[in-house]
């Protein structure tokens, strides 16, 4: 089973359309979680808006993604609002990237 950071890695090539920085250095990827019995991976990830119109695209391109690992029959990926984003979980360069300081 790939590890955390493997997890992430594959996660970091599904770009947002609209901001053009990938998914976790945008911070929309709150928590993994693996079952090496079953083969399966859990993302809990929000969007930088409810209302977001790529959402449904991020969503089925990190499920894709994950499932392209070896070791991983199944990905699912659930939505959550609760945080709320913010540009705060961005990470230094995504900020850099989008001229936020």
Avoid: H
Avoid at 60 to 80: C, F, G, P, T
Wanted: hydrophobic letters at 40%; one cysteine or more.
């Amino acid at each position: 089973m790939p590890d955390e950071s493997q997890l992430l890695e594959a996660l970091r090539q599904v770009i947002d359309p609209e901001l053009m920085i990938n998914i976790v250095d945008l911070g929309l990827i709150y928590e993994i979680d693996q079952d090496p019995e079953t083969r399966r991976v859990k993302v809990d990830m929000t969007l930088t808006s409810p209302a977001c119109p790529a959402g449904p695209q991020i969503i089925q391109q990190s499920k894709m993604a994950l499932e392209r690992l070896k070791d991983v029959d199944e990905a699912e990926i659930r939505l959550v609002m609760s945080p709320p984003w913010s540009p705060e979980r961005m990470t230094d360069e995504a900020r850099d990237q989008l001229g936020i300081f």
